[in-house]
């Protein structure tokens, strides 16, 4: 398919324990987003990666939270010694944030529950 | 860093009705203006935008407005229909094309 996609779709985990999402972005996109979405929430920023230039990580809430992405490619986004208030869904989104193209495309989500 | 609030946080309306959203913003330079419509378990997906060279744009039922000088934008949907229940969000960027910045949402409830 064309459009940004998420994996896992939903993920159950201990409480203490590490998790990483993944995301692969719409070919060609530059930009890539993680947003947070707890339940009946808006949309909290996390991390935003515009190609090779250093991400801007000013939304991660934490030290337990990290993201990579390589190039233009495939990002993984690690929690480290889960928090129920981690329980969230966690969004990315691609863009081709060149000139007037700047349309974020969301994928589907991973729902996380901590327990 | 860019500050985007946006009110009202729900509106009900009746079938027919007209609905508005509003946002604000903070960053003087941001040029762009989203909004995006989020279905019950659904990804957020773009409706329409603005960008800073008009005050206005129109597409069916639904218009965004732009005053830069207030730094505020506008959502106006018309003849609301049930199908346009959902959570509305606008955004803004930091200053030119970065880091989008996303209103809380506004649940908008349209009721036959």
């Known amino acids: 398919g064309a459009g940004v996609s998420q994996s896992p779709s939903n993920k159950v985990t201990e409480k203490g324990k590490d998790v990483e999402l993944r995301c692969d972005p719409i070919?060609?996109?530059?930009?890539l987003y993680w947003y947070r979405q707890r339940l009946g929430q808006g949309l909290e920023f996390l991390i935003y990666?515009?190609?090779?230039?250093?991400?801007?990580k000013s939304g991660l809430p934490s030290d337990r939270f990290s993201a990579e992405r390589t190039g233009e490619s495939v990002s993984t986004l690690t929690i480290q010694r889960t928090q129920q208030e981690d329980s969230a869904v966690y969004l990315c989104a691609s863009s081709l944030n060149r000139g007037p193209n700047t349309e974020a495309f969301f994928g589907q989500g991973t729902r996380l529950t901590v327990v | 860093g860019e500050n985007v609030e946006q009110h009202p946080s729900t509106l009900s309306v009746q079938e027919g009705d007209s609905a508005v959203i509003k946002c604000t913003y903070s960053?003087?330079?941001?040029?762009?203006f989203p909004w995006y419509k989020q279905e019950l378990g659904k990804r957020p997906q773009l409706i329409i935008d603005?960008?800073?060279?008009?005050g206005e744009k129109k597409d069916q039922r639904i218009a965004v407005t732009l005053n830069k000088t207030a730094k505020h934008f506008s959502l106006h949907i018309t003849e609301t229909q049930p199908e346009d229940s959902a959570v509305y969000f606008c955004?803004?960027?930091?200053?030119?094309?970065?880091?989008?910045?996303f209103g809380k949402g506004t649940m908008l409830l349209v009721s036959p």
């Open positions: 990666f515009q190609g090779n230039s250093a991400p801007d």
């Open positions: 070919s060609g996109h530059t930009a």
């Open positions: 960053d003087s330079a941001s040029n762009y």
């Open positions: 603005i960008r800073s060279n008009v």
């Open positions: 955004a803004a960027p930091k200053g030119g094309y970065s880091t989008l910045t």
